[in-house]
């Protein structure tokens, strides 16, 4: 059955995935209305993901197709339409989730998400964007699969409880 992954995300010890400043989790830079249809991201015109990317947002907009094979599809219906879709792009493997914080909360609420992958970092950012704010993980029906040691992270694998 295909899962619902979060592949190394990274989070401080203090539980923050990003920053005050930050929003790492907006591949196209844009909060808001679209300005226009010209800015397609930072990467330039070839994005790293070689796939059907499905873009969260409450602004409707166009695909947009980009080279290497890289489709933008924006979903303003929710989140479990944009899972929908993406499971249906994926022709039965696994869907890996490429949100920030806010996001990811919203998935685990929900109960979508199978696994994670949790680059724990040894920082402390103070503020920023909270990934477990409000969640009980355990109550949620998650548990630690395994953690391992690494020279600049740990990494934390939780999933759902079988």
Partial sequence: MPKLRVQS?????DGFGAGPDQGLANPLGV???WPDENWKGWWGDEPPYHTQVFVLTHHARAPLKMAGGTEFRFVTEGIHA?????KAAAGGRDVRFGGGASTIRQYLRAGLIDELHLAMRPVLLG???????????SALGYEVAKSVAG????????????
């Fill in 9 to 13: 995300f990274g989070i401080s010890l």
């Fill in 31 to 33: 909060r808001g209305p």
């Fill in 82 to 86: 944009a899972l929908e879709q993406a």
């Fill in 127 to 137: 503020a920023g964007k909270p990934l477990f704010e409000d969640l009980d993980l």
């Fill in 151 to 162: 020279e600049r992270a740990t990494h934390v694998f939780p999933r759902k409880r079988a």
